[in-house]
């Protein structure tokens, strides 16, 4: 790590004070200076989207919570000499979208989980935690506890559910598990209750129009990526390893933040990159999208024999994430029956 930690008897007890308080709110920072595609300021371009591919123009259009993303098409993925990209994971896709949606303008918090009559997952323990505070974000759920939630919130505002869960073992919030999930239509995109991204959703919603590493900029480090270090851009806009680093009983922790205190994307939205990482619907495949122009992808649930078989896609980095894992374009992975502290997930809704 590339801090020095002072082990003095005071700041020792100012560390502790900190690390008990993680979750006390703070000032959100002004957003970043909005950029039109702003590309790679080392020098490192994307490739040139055809004709075809058009992005629209990017504004907050945000209401209770939720912030509307108009279709469009953008170029998926990460230009082979951005530092730190996945060689195979992250191939540049031409990726269009054709139908507008709503996301939530943070990741889902713990008082929005509760506020359902659901107990709180969280883990507060560990090297790597959840916030102790309400409005932190909601942690330490499986994929399929992820999905059960949005059933269970389009249930309460009247809207079908997108989601069929079968045999399933556990209940919500105590590491639920099932052997079957699928959509309730035939695309995913044609259900009018809430939902997780596919990945290409989150991407688009991620990217807000640029180019860059992050929607704030590229970052400034290079050489080894597999490390913690500060990155300028980062700090305005995320919690990572850096600035959630608390060394508590022996252990460097880390612990999520009330959401929406860094700066927000041009669409409005908070925390796209560090905080909790968030549960996409998409299995993962480390080759998944290619580079062929893609339509709609993620549109159908993949099945397996079990559906505990497929690991799927997490985005976002995490809190205690590297500067490299903070990138729109990173790409991760978990088992879906896993419950992890720090991974979460934000909804979406198909806007008609």
Known sequence: MASTIDASPGAASLLLALALAACARTAAPPAPAAVENPGHSDGCFGSK????????????????GWCFIPKGCYVRGSPECEWGRGRDSEPETETTLTHDFWIQQTEVTQAKWTSLGVQNPSRVEGQVRDGTSSDCPVGNMTWFEALAFANKLSDAKGLPRCYVLDRCIGDLASGM?????????????????????????WEYAARAGTRSSTYAGDLSLSGDSSRCAEDPTLNTIAWYCWNTRVWLGGLDTYST??????????????????????WQNDAFHGDSYRTQPRTDPGATLERAALATALAAVTRGGFTSAYPVMQRSGYRDQAARHVRSPGLGFRLVRSAK
């Open 49 to 64: 989207p055809s004709a075809e591919c058009r992005h629209p123009g990017v504004a907050a259009r945000c209401e209770d």
């Open 177 to 201: 598990v099932c052997e079957e999930a699928q959509q309730t239509g035939q695309s995913l995109y044609d259900c009018d209750g809430y939902r997780l991204p596919t990945e290409a959703e």
């Open 257 to 278: 933040r009330p959401v929406a205190t860094r700066a927000p994307n041009r669409w409005g939205l908070y925390d796209m990159a560090g905080n909790a990482g968030e």
